[in-house]
C-alpha cells in the first residue's frame, strides 16, 4: 500500500525555486516527518526533517535555503526550497516515523541544472 506520495519535484535553473509535496494518506500518529535526498552513486542523506510538535531540523547544506513544514491535521509535510544549487540534484523522498514504524515516499526528482 502506498501512504507517502511525494510531488512536486522538477527542472529549474540554478537560483530556482520549488516546493515539494508529501501526503502520508493512510498512516496516523506520525511522529517525525522529514526529507531525504539521494543522487545517483551517492547515499541518502538527511535533508530536513520536523516533528509533531514543529521541532525542525536541517542538513547544513542546505540551512537557510531551504524550509520544512506541515500540517497535522491535513498529514501533509512540505519542503520549500531556494537558491537551488546543481548540487541539490536528487531524488527527494518524504519520510514519516511513527512509534511503531518508519515509511518512505517512492521520491520526487529534482534536477537543477547548470
Known amino acids: 500500500q502506498v501512504q507517502l506520495v511525494e510531488s512536486g519535484g522538477g527542472l529549474v535553473q540554478p537560483g530556482g525555486s520549488l516546493r515539494l509535496s508529501c501526503a502520508a494518506r493512510?498512516?496516523?500518529?506520525?511522529?517525525?516527518m522529514g526529507w531525504y535526498r539521494q543522487a545517483p552513486g551517492k547515499q541518502r542523506e538527511l535533508v530536513a526533517t520536523i516533528s509533531r510538535g514543529g521541532n525542525i531540523n536541517y542538513a547544513d547544506s542546505v540551512k537557510g535555503r531551504f524550509t520544512i513544514s506541515r500540517d497535522n491535521s491535513k498529514k501533509m509535510v512540505y519542503l520549500q526550497m531556494n537558491s537551488l544549487k546543481p548540487e541539490d540534484t536528487a531524488v527527494y523522498y518524504c519520510?514519516?516515523?511513527?512509534?511503531?514504524?518508519?515509511?518512505w515516499g517512492q521520491g520526487t526528482q529534482v534536477t537543477v541544472s547548470s
Open positions: 519520510n514519516a516515523d511513527t512509534s511503531t514504524r518508519t515509511l
Open positions: 493512510t498512516i496516523f500518529a506520525i511522529d517525525n
